[in-house]
């Protein structure tokens, strides 16, 4: 029985520590930016912030920053030094990743010491007046004028999955098959854990074999939209058929036989699943799920751009 291509619905699991209210208003419901999925209202939001400094946007651009930076300051002296410097850009750089708009450190260095080193020569650079610590204003006026830069780059035209056609989701399954690296696989991940967490009802952080079930259903959302999967009905005679048939790749992915599987058992077996089945799009790809490979993605001070 073949597992779908692609997922569903676009939602995310945002894994930023700080609160980013984004589009307040006086009665609106205040929305962090963990719980924006919309890559072109990001960028909208992006846009709006650095068109004014005096806009509802940079206002919460400003909260964020303050945030990141009020846990980075672990002795609670209002500075930021060189050793709470990486943290402080780890946290910050948790936004742009979410929507593939910047490399991860993994992908900019290929080992902790390459990173550090970048970062202490960063950190020299906003430590305008050489005093070894870093202030907020610092922070905020580099991070601003650094995002704006970034920002500039951006088309709110050309940011989203826009998968409308066949031709774009082969596309699209394409790229994320190609390199791990690729916005697409980074939508791919974000889009199969949001179905994951919809089908961990029990909120375990695992699924049992009922809840892999509906994971595959909504899971084979796309595919089946183009007409790259059947549906269920169509692939089972009778709901029995179809549990067993799912039972056999569960057990496959329940390496240690617990009776639940984990998110990264779950994108392991996908992803190679999806690979395999791409490979009639494009003869240059292997069929094989690419590695992950560290380093040489470029160099932004906290993972926006390159």
Not at 35 to 47: A, E, H, P, R, Y
Not at 239 to 259: H, L
Not at 287 to 303: H, I, L, M, R, V
Request: glycine share 8%.
């Amino acid at each position: 029985m073949a597992t779908p291509i692609m997922v569903g619905a676009a939602s995310g699991v945002g894994g930023c520590f700080a609160g980013f209210l984004v589009g307040k208003s006086a009665g609106a419901r205040s929305i962090r930016i963990e719980d924006i999925d919309d890559k072109k209202q990001m960028v909208g939001f992006l846009k709006k912030m650095c068109a004014s400094r005096k806009s509802p946007e940079y206002a919460e651009f400003y909260r964020f920053l303050l945030n990141v930076f009020q846990r980075a300051d672990r002795d609670f002296d209002g500075l930021v030094r060189t050793e709470d410097f990486d943290l402080m850009v780890e946290m910050a750089g948790c936004i742009p990743r979410k929507f593939a708009f910047a490399p991860t450190s993994a992908e900019q260095f290929a080992s902790d010491g390459e990173r550090l080193a970048y970062r202490k020569a960063k950190f020299a650079a906003i430590d305008a007046d050489g005093s070894g610590t870093i202030t907020f204003d610092e922070w905020l006026n580099y991070s601003y004028q650094h995002v704006c830069e970034m920002t500039a780059t951006l088309d709110e035209n050309k940011v989203d999955l826009g998968l409308t056609s066949k031709e774009r989701f082969k596309e699209w399954c394409v790229n994320a098959c190609r390199s791990r690296r690729s916005s697409e696989y980074k939508e791919l991940y974000d889009l199969l854990l949001s179905e994951f967490v919809k089908a961990d009802k029990d909120k375990i952080g695992k699924v049992d074999l009922l809840g892999f079930d509906k994971l595959i259903d909504l899971a084979a959302a796309w595919p089946r939209k183009f007409g790259y999967a059947p549906d269920a009905a169509t692939m089972y005679k009778t709901d029995n058929e179809r549990i067993a048939a799912r039972k056999v790749m569960f057990e496959q992915m329940d390496t240690d036989g617990n009776g639940t599987i984990t998110f990264d058992e779950c994108l392991d077996f996908i992803y190679k699943h999806i690979c395999e089945k791409t490979q009639q799009f494009d003869s240059s790809l292997t069929g094989q799920a690419p590695a992950f490979t560290p380093g040489k993605a470029g160099a932004c001070p906290y993972g926006f751009g390159k």
